[in-house]
Each structure stands twice: as C-alpha cells, then as structure tokens.
C-alpha cells in the first residue's frame, strides 16, 4: 500500500473549536485518491514526545511524511532548548529517510494571546528548520513567514491565535499539495 503520513502535533491532527477533524488528512486523501493518508499527529506532543513514536512511523513504509512540530516546543512552559529540537528533529529525519520528510516550520502564532509562544522562539525554531532543510537535504515549508505575511493572517488562525481555521487549512493544503507531488515523484525516481 503507497502511504503518506502526517507525524506532528495539534496543527496536522486537525483542532477545530477543540474537536479533532483530521482537516488536513481528509483533505489531502482528496488531492491523493491512490494513497493511504494517515495522521500520526498528536495534539499536545513536542519532539521529546515524538521520538518514541518515529520508529512505528518508519514501520508504515511510507512514501512521504509530512514532519510538522513547533509550536508546542516553543512555548517557554517547560522549554525545550533550540539545540534539542534540532537533535530531535534530525534523528527523526534521519529515521524516516530525508528523500521522503517535507518539513514544516512551526506556524505563526498570535503570541498577544499566546504570550507563552514568543515571536522570538518562533523565529528561532524556524530557524532551526530551515538550517536543517538545507543541511539534511530536506523539503521545507517555512510556514511561519508564509503565514506573517498574508494579509489575512487573523482569518488564518481561530479567535484563540493558536489553532489553525478552515483558511488556515487551505493555505496549508495549497503549500504542502506541491511538495507532496515533488516528493512523490521523487521517490518513483530512487527506486
């Protein structure tokens, strides 16, 4: 079976008014009717969580993963350090196979109503991701700046500044439906 996955916390799994839809999943189940979509993303988890569930990602087999954590490390409430989350997310990339892993920053958020979520840990952990993107060879969505400038950035996200909205979604969907097909594609050349 050809599988894309989506490993990552509350932004992939789908929290709409605190409810999980799997959004993101349904969607690109739409735009890939030939692969199975399966959402390993968990709501709360950062990179220390995820560590423990990579190796039952790898054993999926799948064809792409869409890596998207960050804005829980971020938070300064039990802080994980710049350094970690990159060790984190290498060991992760470098278990999944760089060829297959589409990279997420994390998101913007409204850190007015975040406070916990700094705009400085945001670009830092954005950083972060992009230097890996480069190093390891890796896809990579910067959706932190992508998000900063649109115009619409609060039709972005729902009345909490964190959660993504049905907008949030499709601006997501349109960034991530481009690098899927590359990555895809890819893959159909290396084996």
Same mark, same amino acid.
């Given at each position: 079976?050809?599988?894309?996955?989506?490993?990552?916390?509350?932004?992939?799994?789908?929290?709409?008014?605190?409810?999980?839809?799997?959004?993101?999943?349904?969607?690109?189940?739409?735009?890939?009717?030939?692969?199975?979509?399966?959402?390993?993303?968990?709501?709360?988890?950062?990179?220390?969580?995820?560590?423990?569930?990579?190796?039952?990602?790898?054993? /999926?087999?799948?064809?792409? $993963? =869409? &890596?998207?954590?960050?804005?829980?490390?971020?938070?300064?409430?039990?802080?994980? *350090? #710049?350094?970690?989350?990159?060790?984190?997310?290498?060991?992760?990339?470098?278990? /999944?196979?760089?060829?297959? $892993? =589409? &990279?997420?920053?994390?998101?913007?958020?409204?850190?007015?109503?975040?406070?916990? *979520? #700094?705009?400085?840990?945001?670009?830092?952990?954005?950083?972060?991701?992009?230097? /890996?993107?480069?190093?390891?060879?890796?896809?990579?969505?910067?959706?932190?700046?992508?998000?900063?400038?649109?115009?619409?950035?609060?039709?972005?996200?729902?009345?909490?500044?964190?959660?993504?909205?049905?907008?949030?979604?499709?601006?997501?969907?349109?960034?991530?439906?481009?690098?899927?097909?590359?990555?895809?594609?890819?893959?159909?050349?290396?084996?």
């Amino acid at each position: 079976m050809k599988r894309i996955v989506l490993f990552g916390d509350f932004t992939l799994m789908g929290l709409i008014d605190g409810k999980a839809y799997d959004t993101l999943a349904k969607r690109i189940r739409k735009d890939f009717p030939g692969y199975e979509v399966i959402n390993m993303s968990i709501a709360d988890y950062k990179t220390n969580n995820a560590m423990t569930r990579v190796d039952r990602v790898k054993k /999926l087999h799948p064809k792409a $993963v =869409i &890596l998207g954590f960050g804005v829980n490390d971020i938070s300064i409430n039990d802080e994980i *350090k #710049p350094g970690k989350f990159a060790a984190n997310l290498t060991h992760m990339i470098e278990t /999944l196979g760089h060829q297959k $892993v =589409i &990279l997420l920053s994390p998101p913007f958020t409204d850190w007015k109503k975040n406070p916990t *979520k #700094p705009w400085t840990r945001q670009l830092q952990f954005e950083l972060v991701c992009e230097h /890996l993107s480069k190093q390891l060879d890796v896809s990579y969505i910067d959706l932190l700046h992508i998000m900063a400038n649109c115009n619409n950035l609060d039709k972005l996200l729902q009345a909490d500044g964190l959660h993504f909205s049905k907008l949030g979604y499709n601006l997501l969907e349109d960034e991530l439906i481009p690098e899927i097909k590359a990555t895809l594609a890819n893959e159909l050349v290396s084996n």
